[in-house]
């Protein structure tokens, strides 16, 4: 079983920026795939960008490309997503996700472990 606590939402200007980390239970983190996805009012929850156990590969939605950077550091069990150039639209509730089934994961089935979720409001 994995936890997961995601921390670093908040309301913030358009243009400015949000770092997300995502803190992780268990002593096979390096094993998993994680990912982060976010949920709008009204919306499905969306992929927003996807990192390989190893960081060394990781994949972003077209909607973030260029903006978002997500990485980690497996020595402390947490996954980060730094968020620049925010927009109104980013506005949702963010949640990381653990995969042990697959290298790099951009669907929600990919994933097998969810945290609850951080609040992002980005004002105009």
């Known amino acids: 079983q994995v936890q997961l606590v995601e921390s670093g939402g908040g309301l913030v200007q358009a243009g400015g920026s949000l770092r997300l980390s995502c803190a992780a239970s268990g002593s096979t983190f390096s094993r998993f795939a994680m990912g982060w996805f976010r949920q709008a009012p009204g919306k499905e929850r969306a992929f927003v960008a996807a990192?390989?156990?190893?960081?060394?590969?990781?994949f972003y939605a077209d909607s973030v490309q260029g903006r978002y950077t997500v990485s980690r550091d497996n020595a402390k069990n947490t996954v980060y997503l730094q968020m620049g150039s925010l927009k109104p639209d980013d506005t949702a509730v963010y949640y990381c996700?653990?995969?042990?089934?697959?290298?790099?994961?951009?669907?929600?089935?990919?994933?097998?472990?969810w945290g609850q979720g951080t609040q992002v409001t980005v004002s105009s």
């Open positions: 990192i390989s156990g190893s960081a060394g590969r990781t």
């Open positions: 996700a653990a995969g042990f089934r697959v290298v790099l994961g951009i669907r929600r089935n990919d994933y097998d472990y």
